[in-house]
């Protein structure tokens, strides 16, 4: 199975279109998966990511703890990531479907949309075994530790077929990067399915079926943002704002990953990874020009299409507020979001802020960010 080529027109063909994914509403972007492999056809509430943050994110990780334990960290946050894709998918391995569909049907969004290490996925399925290969995948191009996505994969296949199945990267000289997943490589992770299970509230606290807009005028939806050139999509599949890439990724992901940082001790690498890495972000994509309030819209403004919900902001002496309806909401909390505001803020007033409070309410669901000036 190999997919090559313009992955662009893959995306608006068969993904954005057809209404796979919903990206016409401001502050929500919902993945809805077909009947044909699920018969619940569930969805997924996503939200785009900076490819950045996570680069700065790995590489500030690696450098804390060392490349060994590094990767035995990521490669554990990436199996859950996977196996909870896979939970809220509910795709099943059914007999009356050939694997190469099954798999082609999980891999397609993600190979779309950066991971072209799905590219080409060679299997036998008798002997459980897969190697998924391609050049240039996001992230792992630029950190050449691909322990993140050997986990993603191997928590897939685990799920699908019900068996725990490790997974091997590798980073060859000529770039490409390759997966390797066999029951017989030697164990690393075994799943515990109702930690990462999502919380029952989900699907009420994340799909809201009248959306008010709150005297918020002239939001944009992601949609719109491709229509007015502001998000770009490239050949390869990888989409930019400004010359920053995004990339899509289930709301829970880097909230997950963010109670692994805790449960380590380790959550100031990536509080800090995230706010410096905003911080660089920033003048890349947003102009400098306008007062204040205006620079905070836009904030606002390209997070809500980005699907983070529909916000509000306003600005005091010392201290920055925002508030997001419809946030997207999962059991691990709010700090991804956070953190990426409190970096943006940072460099739109030129003073350096810290996250003060943060209070969520549902019915319906709103979050308060409060942010206050270093003195």
Not at 41 to 57: G, H, M, Q, T
Not at 86 to 102: D, E, G, V
Not at 154 to 179: K, M
Not at 255 to 261: D, K
Request: net charge positive; hydrophobic share 35%; aromatic share 14%.
């Amino acid at each position: 199975m190999e997919k090559r080529g313009d992955y662009s027109r893959e995306i608006i063909t068969k993904v954005y279109f057809p209404r796979n994914v919903i990206i016409d509403r401001p502050g929500i972007i919902i993945n809805k998966l077909s009947q044909k492999y699920s018969p619940e056809a569930p969805r997924k509430r996503i939200a785009y990511y900076f490819e950045d943050v996570f680069v700065r994110l790995q590489l500030n990780t690696i450098n804390k703890l060392g490349e060994e334990k590094a990767k035995e960290f990521f490669y554990k946050v990436g199996k859950e990531i996977g196996a909870r894709y896979m939970l809220l998918s509910k795709i099943r391995a059914a007999k009356q479907f050939p694997l190469s569909t099954i798999i082609e049907s999980i891999f397609s969004n993600l190979r779309a949309n950066g991971m072209s290490v799905c590219s080409k996925i060679l299997f036998n399925r008798n002997r459980k075994t897969f190697i998924l290969s391609g050049k240039d995948n996001i992230i792992w191009r630029k950190t050449k530790d691909g322990s993140i996505f050997g986990g993603i994969v191997s928590g897939i296949f685990s799920c699908l077929f019900n068996e725990n199945l490790e997974a091997e990267d590798e980073f060859l000289e000529d770039e490409t990067c390759v997966i390797f997943v066999n029951k017989n490589i030697k164990e690393k992770h075994v799943l515990n399915l109702k930690e990462i299970f999502p919380m029952k509230e989900y699907e009420k606290l994340n799909f809201p079926e009248n959306i008010v807009f709150h005297n918020t005028p002239n939001l944009f939806s992601f949609s719109d943002l491709i229509k007015f050139n502001k998000i770009s999509i490239k050949p390869d599949g990888k989409h930019y704002v400004g010359n920053r890439i995004i990339f899509p990724g289930e709301i829970g992901m880097m909230e997950l990953i963010s109670e692994h940082y805790k449960n380590a001790g380790e959550f100031s690498i990536f509080k800090d990874s995230v706010i410096s890495e905003s911080e660089n972000i920033y003048p890349d994509i947003f102009e400098s020009e306008g007062d204040i309030h205006k620079r905070l819209r836009d904030i606002g403004n390209l997070l809500s299409a980005l699907g983070w919900g529909i916000p509000s902001c306003r600005f005091e002496k010392d201290k920055t507020f925002f508030t997001f309806i419809y946030p997207p909401v999962c059991k691990y909390g709010f700090n991804y979001l956070p953190f990426v505001l409190n970096g943006f803020i940072n460099i739109a007033t030129g003073k350096t802020h810290y996250l003060k409070k943060t209070k969520f309410k549902a019915n319906p669901s709103l979050l308060n960010l409060e942010f206050k000036q270093v003195s």
